[in-house]
């Protein structure tokens, strides 16, 4: 019996809809992400309200808000409750990007889907993992590992690894292959054969052009329009694929020597690039490099100034300037305000680097052709005066004269309660509603201790002193008089004002000090709107630098990652595991004197699929431990974009990657079980007894013979096998790359070449010098 796996979609399939979806692995619920959009429309958290009590654990992939929007609301709303894991980056970015949501909404609307103690709330329960960092979970989830590793897409950005006996379940969306200024590609092409792998099709139909192509008509746009004397909008998100638009304006501001205004405006402008400074080491192999050499920060900006709100802006030199604001969906926040007031002069430009998302005014920008005039409502919060503050005041006044009725009522109904049931049970009572406690004497905590004589010396639950109390002084004194407890003087959460936060200056600070003085500001304000007609005179050029794989590479990653049915045994040890073929680590080298195929990683391989029977075994091996064998085919589940991508992609898979391809709808339970046909074998202490290890790094390795015995809890025990056991082909264990091996044969005087394909190519005729370097190449490997 295999590992059980189910996948369920809960948002995010067929469309461009915020990502959510249910794995349950052995009746242990994962929530992988946990997205909203722009529009935060509650309709589409009913499927995540349906399951969310039943969720073990939530793990976040990105720090935007389709990955992890909905996570304050599902916590405080739908009873979500499980821990959280993510990496430092999406915590700390992810953190911010909600703030800055909560904010722009806030100044424009009566937002009350979440507070800001509600995202606090939330992230509160993240636990933080590095990158490769395997995480063990216990009790229910018992043998599960879950480990993050590089997606490309975001500082952060995370593809999921989930382990159970051997089995990989990977979760891979919004991941990109190419390195950047500031972030490495992603590490998927290195995981093969998983059992199950969840990726998207959002880019499937897309194809780019090159990056230096593309990074030039940026600049050239810029520029033509600074010079013409416009100004240029550049709607970003809040702390995720801004870091890479920021880094390229620097450079190209330095390289061309230009000397226009750049602008970073949003309400945690100053916090997000802070932040960012202490993670160099999430960040590109070059920039850790370039750090470790001059100790210059590539996060100094040097042309780019920070804002944390429009005052700024308007107080700023006329004259033309770059502005990147958020959102990027002009659905809300200071790029919705910038729009309307540049959008009607033909100078300006507003240049968009991602695909906006569904339904806002972002997307509807982007048609072709574009609309020549946009319905926009405009809203801002302004102070209350005259008659509508006195109305304001009168309104509060008696909400507080009420609640202060209320809450007197309640004490009298207690009190007579109290004082029936007293004088019921005591005959000696003489007036037990009299006795009240003064302020003075009960302390600023209303308590104190109560000695009551009442027959039998048991204390009715109900007591309120009927009958002569008294109360001791407990304060403690030293020499220098009574002894201040800190803790009495402390302003407690719920005694603060929703909205009121504290301001840092450390790195545990949260939001900006301007940001936070809006927070605070409690002043009688109200929102004041309306519609107005903008007509769009100002160029519109969609760029894509979202930061995402084409369809191209979707493909070819998908060919390598999901190969054909192919046997591989694997064990179900920690990461102290010690297996001859390690799915992603090692590969069999079929003994071919030409060597023929290597990966595109430049790792060997052979063209030969092996066949696994019970004669033939091949496992590094513990006495008595359990092994699983897997026949397993991957299965690939595919989410997340448009409908005519999806099918796109699915067709092309089924045809080229793997025979078992899904699509699922929302709400519906994809079960693999069946498709990963995992064994369990048990290796009798008779059967190691005779085995002979050796030692390959930090593992060992062997070659076993056995036969399967009976089926006995669960696992077929592994008996010796009768007579002499059948020979078996040479099997060559590594983990060698190209450049290792070409490096190695010019150590030993052998010259050689690129030639753009990743394998071997020895030209000439056959001699000595054949021999002699096929058995350099066989030194790197290990001989079973």
Same mark, same amino acid.
């Given at each position: 019996?295999?590992?059980?796996?189910?996948?369920?979609?809960?948002?995010?399939?067929?469309?461009?809809?915020?990502?959510?979806?249910?794995?349950?692995?052995?009746?242990?619920?994962?929530?992988?992400?946990?997205?909203?959009?722009?529009?935060?429309?509650?309709?589409?958290?009913?499927?995540?309200?349906?399951?969310?009590?039943?969720?073990?654990?939530?793990?976040?992939?990105?720090?935007?808000?389709?990955?992890?929007?909905?996570?304050?609301?599902?916590?405080?709303?739908?009873?979500?409750?499980?821990?959280?894991?993510?990496?430092?980056?999406?915590?700390?970015?992810?953190?911010?990007?909600?703030?800055?949501?909560?904010?722009?909404?806030?100044?424009?609307?009566?937002?009350?889907?979440?507070?800001?103690?509600?995202?606090?709330?939330?992230?509160?329960?993240?636990?933080?993992?590095?990158?490769?960092?395997?995480?063990?979970?216990?009790?229910?989830?018992?043998?599960?590992?879950?480990?993050?590793?590089?997606?490309?897409?975001?500082?952060?950005?995370?593809?999921?690894?989930?382990?159970?006996?051997?089995?990989?379940?990977?979760?891979?969306?919004?991941?990109?292959?190419?390195?950047?200024?500031?972030?490495?590609?992603?590490?998927?092409?290195?995981?093969?054969?998983?059992?199950?792998?969840?990726?998207?099709?959002?880019?499937?139909?897309?194809?780019?052009?090159?990056?230096?192509?593309?990074?030039?008509?940026?600049?050239?746009?810029?520029?033509?329009?600074?010079?013409?004397?416009?100004?240029?909008?550049?709607?970003?998100?809040?702390?995720?694929?801004?870091?890479?638009?920021?880094?390229?304006?620097?450079?190209?501001?330095?390289?061309?020597?230009?000397?226009?205004?750049?602008?970073?405006?949003?309400?945690?402008?100053?916090?997000?690039?802070?932040?960012?400074? $202490? +993670?160099? =080491? !999430?960040?590109? #192999?070059?920039?850790?490099?370039?750090?470790?050499?001059? *100790?210059?920060?590539?996060?100094? %900006?040097?042309?780019?100034?920070?804002?944390?709100?429009?005052?700024?802006?308007?107080?700023?030199?006329?004259?033309?300037?770059?502005?990147?604001?958020?959102?990027?969906?002009?659905?809300?926040?200071?790029?919705?305000? $910038? +729009?309307? =007031? !540049?959008?009607? #002069?033909?100078?300006?430009?507003?240049?968009?680097?991602? *695909?906006?998302?569904?339904?806002? %005014?972002?997307?509807?920008?982007?048609?072709?052709?574009?609309?020549?005039?946009?319905?926009?409502?405009?809203?801002?919060?302004?102070?209350?005066?005259?008659?509508?503050?006195?109305?304001?005041?009168?309104?509060?006044?008696?909400?507080?004269?009420?609640?202060?009725?209320?809450?007197?009522?309640?004490?009298?109904?207690?009190?007579?309660?109290?004082?029936?049931?007293?004088?019921?049970?005591?005959?000696?009572?003489?007036?037990?509603?009299?006795?009240?406690?003064?302020?003075?004497?009960?302390?600023?905590?209303?308590?104190?201790?109560?000695?009551?004589?009442?027959?039998?010396?048991?204390?009715?639950?109900?007591?309120?002193?009927?009958?002569?109390?008294?109360?001791?002084?407990?304060?403690?004194?030293?020499?220098?008089?009574?002894?201040?407890?800190?803790?009495?003087?402390?302003?407690?959460?719920?005694?603060?004002?929703?909205?009121?936060?504290?301001?840092?200056?450390?790195?545990?600070?949260?939001?900006?000090?301007?940001?936070?003085?809006?927070?605070?500001?409690?002043?009688?304000?109200?929102?004041?709107?309306?519609?107005?007609?903008?007509?769009?005179?100002?160029?519109?050029?969609?760029?894509?630098?979202?930061?995402?794989?084409?369809?191209?590479?979707?493909?070819?990653?998908?060919?390598?990652?999901?190969?054909?049915?192919?046997?591989?045994?694997?064990?179900?040890?920690?990461?102290?595991?010690?297996?001859?073929?390690?799915?992603?680590?090692?590969?069999?080298?079929?003994?071919?004197?030409?060597?023929?195929?290597?990966?595109?990683?430049?790792?060997?391989?052979?063209?030969?699929?092996?066949?696994?029977?019970?004669?033939?075994?091949?496992?590094?091996?513990?006495?008595?431990?359990?092994?699983?064998?897997?026949?397993?085919?991957?299965?690939?589940?595919?989410?997340?974009?448009?409908?005519?991508?999806?099918?796109?992609?699915?067709?092309?898979?089924?045809?080229?990657?793997?025979?078992?391809?899904?699509?699922?709808?929302?709400?519906?339970?994809?079960?693999?079980?069946?498709?990963?046909?995992?064994?369990?074998?048990?290796?009798?202490?008779?059967?190691?007894?005779?085995?002979?290890?050796?030692?390959?790094?930090?593992?060992?390795?062997?070659?076993?013979?056995?036969?399967?015995?009976?089926?006995?809890?669960?696992?077929?025990?592994?008996?010796?096998?009768?007579?002499?056991?059948?020979?078996?082909?040479?099997?060559?264990?590594?983990?060698?790359?190209?450049?290792?091996?070409?490096?190695?044969?010019?150590?030993?005087?052998?010259?050689?070449?690129?030639?753009?394909?990743?394998?071997?190519?020895?030209?000439?005729?056959?001699?000595?010098?054949?021999?002699?370097?096929?058995?350099?190449?066989?030194?790197?490997?290990?001989?079973?």
């Amino acid at each position: 019996m295999g590992t059980s796996v189910q996948v369920t979609p809960l948002c995010g399939v067929y469309n461009e809809n915020p990502l959510s979806y249910l794995v349950s692995i052995d009746s242990f619920n994962f929530l992988i992400d946990c997205g909203w959009n722009d529009h935060f429309d509650p309709s589409l958290l009913q499927p995540l309200s349906r399951v969310a009590s039943t969720i073990d654990a939530v793990l976040l992939s990105h720090p935007d808000t389709l990955h992890l929007g909905a996570l304050p609301y599902a916590m405080k709303q739908l009873g979500l409750s499980a821990p959280v894991y993510s990496t430092e980056p999406v915590y700390r970015l992810g953190l911010l990007t909600m703030y800055d949501q909560y904010l722009s909404r806030k100044q424009v609307s009566e937002f009350d889907l979440f507070t800001l103690d509600d995202i606090d709330s939330a992230f509160q329960s993240v636990t933080r993992l590095t990158y490769s960092q395997n995480h063990h979970f216990s009790g229910k989830g018992e043998g599960i590992v879950i480990a993050p590793h590089v997606a490309g897409h975001l500082l952060g950005g995370t593809v999921w690894k989930i382990t159970k006996d051997g089995e990989d379940v990977i979760y891979a969306v919004d991941f990109n292959h190419r390195k950047e200024r500031h972030l490495n590609g992603t590490v998927l092409g290195s995981m093969v054969r998983p059992a199950v792998l969840i990726t998207d099709a959002y880019n499937a139909l897309s194809n780019q052009p090159y990056r230096r192509q593309m990074d030039k008509e940026f600049g050239d746009s810029l520029k033509k329009t600074l010079r013409a004397g416009g100004n240029v909008l550049l709607p970003v998100d809040t702390a995720g694929r801004v870091l890479e638009i920021i880094l390229m304006l620097e450079s190209y501001w330095s390289d061309e020597n230009l000397n226009y205004p750049v602008y970073f405006l949003t309400y945690v402008a100053s916090s997000t690039i802070d932040y960012v400074k $202490i +993670f160099l =080491e !999430w960040m590109s #192999d070059s920039i850790s490099k370039s750090f470790g050499k001059t *100790r210059e920060n590539i996060f100094l %900006l040097k042309y780019v100034t920070l804002l944390i709100n429009k005052t700024e802006l308007d107080n700023a030199p006329e004259g033309p300037k770059v502005v990147l604001a958020s959102m990027a969906s002009l659905e809300a926040g200071f790029s919705h305000d $910038i +729009f309307v =007031e !540049w959008a009607n #002069d033909v100078k300006n430009l507003v240049l968009f680097t991602e *695909r906006g998302q569904f339904a806002t %005014l972002a997307r509807m920008l982007q048609a072709d052709p574009p609309p020549k005039a946009v319905k926009v409502v405009v809203s801002k919060r302004v102070p209350l005066v005259g008659d509508e503050l006195i109305a304001y005041e009168e309104e509060q006044n008696r909400i507080k004269k009420e609640a202060l009725k209320t809450s007197l009522m309640k004490e009298e109904e207690l009190k007579t309660s109290h004082g029936t049931d007293n004088n019921t049970s005591d005959p000696t009572v003489i007036d037990s509603g009299n006795n009240h406690v003064s302020a003075e004497v009960a302390g600023p905590r209303g308590g104190g201790y109560r000695d009551i004589f009442i027959d039998g010396f048991v204390p009715p639950s109900t007591s309120v002193a009927p009958m002569f109390p008294c109360y001791e002084n407990t304060s403690e004194w030293d020499d220098f008089g009574e002894v201040i407890n800190p803790e009495d003087y402390v302003i407690r959460d719920e005694d603060m004002d929703q909205t009121a936060m504290h301001v840092g200056g450390d790195i545990n600070g949260k939001l900006d000090e301007g940001a936070a003085s809006l927070i605070l500001d409690t002043k009688p304000s109200k929102v004041v709107s309306d519609e107005r007609t903008v007509q769009v005179r100002c160029s519109l050029v969609y760029m894509d630098f979202e930061g995402r794989s084409d369809g191209r590479s979707i493909k070819n990653i998908l060919s390598h990652v999901a190969p054909l049915k192919l046997p591989h045994p694997v064990n179900d040890n920690d990461e102290r595991e010690s297996r001859c073929l390690r799915r992603g680590k090692w590969r069999l080298v079929n003994n071919d004197p030409e060597l023929r195929t290597a990966t595109d990683g430049g790792q060997w391989r052979s063209d030969e699929r092996h066949r696994h029977t019970a004669h033939d075994t091949q496992k590094a091996a513990s006495e008595g431990t359990t092994r699983d064998c897997s026949f397993a085919s991957c299965v690939l589940v595919l989410v997340h974009g448009s409908a005519e991508a999806t099918e796109h992609l699915k067709q092309h898979c089924l045809k080229h990657v793997c025979p078992h391809v899904f699509a699922p709808q929302i709400e519906e339970t994809i079960d693999v079980t069946s498709d990963l046909c995992a064994y369990k074998d048990q290796l009798t202490e008779k059967l190691m007894s005779n085995v002979i290890f050796k030692k390959l790094g930090d593992s060992e390795i062997a070659w076993v013979d056995a036969a399967a015995g009976k089926r006995e809890n669960d696992a077929f025990p592994m008996l010796p096998v009768n007579g002499t056991a059948p020979p078996h082909k040479c099997v060559f264990v590594g983990d060698v790359k190209l450049a290792d091996i070409k490096q190695f044969l010019s150590s030993k005087g052998v010259q050689g070449g690129a030639s753009g394909v990743p394998q071997i190519v020895i030209e000439g005729p056959l001699c000595e010098d054949y021999y002699i370097i096929r058995e350099y190449l066989y030194l790197q490997f290990y001989l079973l």
